[in-house]
């Protein structure tokens, strides 16, 4: 009796460990390490990721001195799209990972900053404009003129430029990348057409 009891614990024992050996050798191996991108394609990603923001913040609305609501609306419509086309950028720029040379994690670590500062100066300009007294054309005017003083902090400063160029790996990359030429041809200062502070009436 005790040897027919124990043939059946015997064979499932057997078929478990079997089981148990199949499992770990028939496993879907794992995926090849995917590979580091080269300096162009890391720069030519970085550019690709803020054309979309430069070509937004440098197309401002028309200002309606008449219309103060209108332009007040035109403008927090102009800042959310520039918000939104940001928040696209840093999420392609954490995608693109760090610069393949060396220092490269300093250097994509520079870059995010500087659009994320980018960012903190456009939600500060919708500020001030969600603010503005609608019933006052120049305080209209004003808010809108701080946009303008944003957008060519931009332009001027070329922060991301400055900080890629500051390798001259990625410096050379930057020269022969198709987007980094568009994101210059994007930033032109003549598609801005906010007002100058001039345009705006003191009282």
């Keep these: 009796m005790r040897i027919r009891r124990a043939a ?16 770990c050798g028939g496993g879907t191996p794992p995926a090849p390490p995917t590979p580091a991108p080269t300096p162009q ?9 803020l054309v979309p923001v430069v070509a937004r913040v440098t197309d ?9 609501e209108a332009t ?17 950028a840093r999420s392609d720029l954490a995608a693109a990972g760090p610069a393949p040379v060396p220092g490269g994690d300093v ?13 903190a100066d456009l939600a500060e300009a919708r500020d001030q404009v969600q603010r503005t007294d609608t019933g006052s054309p120049v305080a209209i005017g004003r808010a809108a003129v701080s946009v303008t003083r944003v957008v060519g902090a931009l332009l001027n400063g070329a922060e991301v430029t ?11 990359a930057y020269e022969a990348s ?10 032109a200062p003549s598609s801005t057409t906010a007002p100058s502070p001039a345009a705006v009436p003191t009282r």
């Design 107 to 119: 250097i994509a670590e520079q870059v995010r900053g500087d659009v994320a500062d980018l960012r």
């Design 8 to 23: 059946p614990v015997c064979l499932l024992l057997v078929l478990a460990a079997v089981a148990l050996l199949a499992g």
């Design 178 to 187: 198709p987007a980094c030429a568009q994101l210059q041809r994007s930033g």
């Design 60 to 68: 401002a609305p028309g200002f309606d001195l008449s219309a103060p």
């Design 162 to 172: 400055a900080t890629i160029n500051r390798d001259p790996t990625l410096k050379a």
């Design 41 to 49: 394609e890391w720069t030519e990603a970085v550019c690709a990721a």
């Design 72 to 88: 007040r609306q035109a403008y927090l419509t102009y800042l959310d799209d520039g918000l939104a086309a940001t928040d696209r």
